[in-house]
């Protein structure tokens, strides 16, 4: 995107409270009405025990 008039960063907190970096978006970086008012679409899948730091 060499023209970008902004760039959205999609960051995570883990439950080290250390912050990662996901991803970036120049295009469409928003947030979406449905998880404006009713939080992350996908926060109720169980992710977070997919992977476990040892």
Known sequence: MPFARSV????VVDT???VAV??????HNDIKFSEATQG???SDMGW???W???
Do not use: I
């Open 52 to 54: 476990r730091r040892s």
């Open 8 to 11: 959205g960063w999609d960051v």
């Open 16 to 18: 080290d409270d250390e």
């Open 40 to 42: 992350p679409c996908f």
């Open 22 to 27: 996901l991803e970036w978006n120049a295009g």
């Open 48 to 50: 977070e025990t997919l």
